[in-house]
C-alpha cells in the first residue's frame, strides 16, 4: 500500500485502514504518514511565515530563522501533535493486554489525519473565495474534525483489543491488508483526492508569494526601519487617544519589543529590556514594548507590564506592524538606528543576560557614532 492508498484508507475504508495501519508489516508507517501531513500542513497553513524563515536562515540568522520556522510549526499543527499523543495514550491503556505502544501510536496517528483533511480543505475553499469564517463556523468544523478523530480512536481501541495475540500469528491483519490491497481504487482516489487539497493550497499561497515577494521578505539589519503609528496604552489600560509614531522619535535609538501576554519568554525579556530603558534613561533612547493582541487585551498587557515594573511607552498592535516587521517569533526585537535604519534584529529569547547585552552593545555603538 502506497501513501496515498493509506491515507485513502482511513477516510474511504476506516475499520480497514485501520485494520492494515496495526499489521506488522505497516510498523510506524501510520505515525510516518502523520508527521508528512503534518509537515505538509505547516507549509500550506504558513506558507509565508516558512518562506520568510528559510529566507532568515539564508540571510546568515540561523537561530533567529530556526525560531521562526518552529513558531510556525507550532501555531498550525500543536494541537493535532497533542491530539495524537492523547490518543495514543488512551488507545494503550484500553488495549489491555494486546498494548503495543507503538502499533498504538500508528493506530492513533491514522484517527488524527481527517483532523488535518478537514482543515486544510477548509482553508482551501475560504482562501479560494476570499472569505473568512465565523467563530461559529470554525468551532462547528472543529467539533466535525475531532468528533471524526474521537469516532476513530473508538474504532481504533478495537482494533487493539481484537489484535491477535503474539503466538496466534496475523492473519486478521493479514485479511485486512489483502482486502485494502484488492480494493485500492476508492482508497486511492480518496488519498489523492485528501493530497490535492494541500498541494492546491500550497499553490494558492506561492501563486500570492510570487505575485509580491515583498511581503516574505524578513527585515534585517540596514534595511530602513518600517514607518508606524500605534495608540498608546495607558496606566489603567485604556487604548488611546494618544498615539505614537516611530517618527516621533527621530534623532533618536529606539528599541522595540513585540510581545504578547501569552508569551512566557517575554516575562523574562520585558525585565531585560525595562533594565536597558533604566540605563539609558538620561540618553536619546526610547523603549517601545508592542502589545500585538490588540485592544481587546490591553489590559491585561498593561497589568503584566505594570507587574514587571516597566517604564517604557506600551504601545497596541493588532497585527499590522508586526506584519510590517515580519515577526514570525515572540519576543521580536528590533533596533532603530537614528537615523531611522534597522541597526539589529533579533528573533526568539534565550537568556536574559545574552539579550540585554546584545541590545547594550549595539544602542552603545550607534550613541558614539
Known sequence: MGFATRVGA????????????DHPRHGG?????????????VLALRSQEVVTAVLIIASGEVGGGVSSLLGAASGAISRELALLFGLGVVIWLAAGKRRAFGRDLDLAAAAVIPVLVLEVGASLVLEAIGARPSETASQVLGGIGYGWAI???????RQARRRP???AGEATGDNAVETAERAPRRCRVAGWGALSLWAGLIAL???DIAGDPSQVTPVVSGDPAPGFELPVIGEDGEVGPGRAALSDFEGQVVVIEFWATWCGPCR???????????AYEDQPVAV???NTEGPAQAASAQAMLSDLDFGGVSLSDTGRVADLYRVTTIPHLAVVSPEGDVAM???GFRSASRYEDRIRDVVDDLLVR
Open 205 to 207: 499561497h506561492g501563486a
Open 151 to 157: 469516532g476513530l480512536g473508538a474504532l481504533a481501541v
Open 268 to 278: 523574562e525579556s520585558l525585565p531585560a529590556l525595562e533594565r536597558v530603558r533604566a
Open 288 to 290: 517601545l514594548a508592542v
Open 10 to 21: 482511513i477516510i474511504a475504508a476506516p475499520t480497514t485502514g485501520l485494520a492494515a495501519c
Open 345 to 347: 534584529v533579533h528573533r
Open 29 to 41: 508507517k501510520g505515525v510516518g504518514d502523520l508527521m508528512v501531513l503534518l509537515g505538509l500542513t
Open 165 to 167: 495475540a503474539p503466538d
